[in-house]
Structures are given as C-alpha cells and as structure tokens.
C-alpha cells in the first residue's frame, strides 16, 4: 500500500468504489477535518500500547491487525490517494 514501496495494483471491493462524481467543497472540508481527527489519534496513539489491540477489517472481518498496523496502513493510503489526486489535477 505504501506509494513509495509498493506499486501493485489493487482491485477495489465494490462497496469501496467511489462514485464517479467530482469532488465538492464539502468532501473537502470532511477529509481535511478526518485528517485532523487521523492526526489527534495518532498523538493520542503514543501513550498507548497500539500492539495490544487488534481491529477487524472491513474488507474481511475475521482477520484482525494490531491497531499500529491500521494506523500506518491508514496513513499509508491516504499518501496514495492524494499522489493520485495529484496526478488527475
């Protein structure tokens, strides 16, 4: 998943797919506050043991990662989205 590692491309879940629609002001607005929140867990994620918890995933719920492998997935995919959104620009 990481831009700068990985290149393989991934097949999408349909229930993933985005809607083929333009990106308003709005969207904007909710992923910059989403990424406000992302940044206040992952302070919050210093204090904490992230290897003790483990989080089901909602492309298949019985595998179940440590929450530090969530977290850097996460960061790692939104860097691919916004290098993607770069390239549409």
Known sequence: MNPQTGRTKFKVVKR????ATAVDRTSIELFIRQQNELQELLTLAKSVDIGSVR????VAGWVRLPVGDILQFMVAHIE???QQAERNV
């Open 55 to 58: 989080i089901p995933l909602s």
């Open 80 to 82: 691919r989205h916004l």
């Open 16 to 19: 993933h797919q985005p809607a």
